[in-house]
């Protein structure tokens, strides 16, 4: 029941949630924990640290994850704002680290389907590039049409490989 409201302070860019979709027995709940607090001032409730909201953002993910049927309805139903992207990168990480078998899918339909917005597909690169696992990824993506992608991303962004980069990541 949290994670509607993490949702709701995320999609409106509001500190404060004045009618979060919750039951009024949960929110007094999470009060009492101390999670989220009531504002009298502001007339709504605000999340007390980023770790929830991150939590909770990251359970929404990985519940619109479970439900998948295509990745740009995947990336529809969960927003395009900042700290839902940031959510992403830290889920996204996880699953890699966790070598999921179904993230491997995920992200290649990702990056072929036409529907998705760049900055999404910017942000799955990220993740790879910033996770322990990369190596896992680039040698399962190996025969791929990612690799083109990816080349293009660096070169657009960085201009040319660094030696900041592992030899094997960069795929020809």
Same mark, same amino acid.
Request: net charge negative; proline share 6%.
């Given at each position: 029941?949290f994670s509607?409201?993490g949702q @709701?302070? %995320?999609?409106? !860019?509001? /500190?404060?949630?004045? =009618?979060?979709? %919750?039951?009024?027995?949960?929110?007094?709940l999470?009060?009492?924990?101390?999670i989220i607090?009531?504002?009298d +001032? &502001? +007339?709504?409730?605000f999340?007390?640290? =980023?770790?929830? #909201?991150e939590?909770?953002?990251?359970k929404?993910i990985?519940k619109?994850f479970?439900r998948v049927?295509? +990745?740009?309805?995947f990336f529809?139903?969960?927003?395009?704002s900042?700290?839902?992207r940031?959510? /992403?990168?830290?889920w996204? +990480? !996880?699953k890699?680290? &966790?070598?999921?078998?179904?993230? @491997?899918? /995920?992200? #290649? &339909?990702?990056?072929?389907?036409s529907?998705?917005?760049s *900055?999404w @597909? =910017? #942000?799955l690169?990220i993740s $790879?590039?910033?996770?322990?696992? %990369? !190596?896992w990824f680039?040698?399962? *993506?190996e025969k791929?049409p /990612?690799? @083109?992608?990816?080349?293009?991303f660096?070169?657009?962004r $960085?201009?040319r490989p660094?030696?900041?980069?592992n030899?094997?990541?960069?795929?020809?």
């Amino acid at each position: 029941m949290f994670s509607p409201t993490g949702q @709701k302070r %995320c999609d409106t !860019g509001s /500190f404060f949630v004045t =009618d979060p979709p %919750c039951d009024p027995d949960i929110l007094s709940l999470l009060a009492q924990d101390e999670i989220i607090q009531y504002e009298d +001032s &502001q +007339s709504g409730y605000f999340i007390t640290h =980023d770790i929830y #909201e991150e939590w909770a953002l990251e359970k929404l993910i990985e519940k619109e994850f479970a439900r998948v049927t295509s +990745s740009s309805n995947f990336f529809e139903q969960i927003g395009s704002s900042l700290p839902m992207r940031r959510a /992403f990168r830290s889920w996204l +990480s !996880g699953k890699l680290s &966790q070598a999921d078998p179904g993230i @491997k899918l /995920f992200i #290649e &339909q990702a990056f072929t389907e036409s529907a998705i917005p760049s *900055f999404w @597909k =910017d #942000e799955l690169l990220i993740s $790879i590039l910033l996770s322990e696992y %990369c !190596g896992w990824f680039f040698t399962s *993506f190996e025969k791929s049409p /990612f690799p @083109k992608r990816f080349n293009l991303f660096l070169t657009s962004r $960085i201009g040319r490989p660094t030696p900041m980069l592992n030899r094997s990541m960069v795929i020809r």
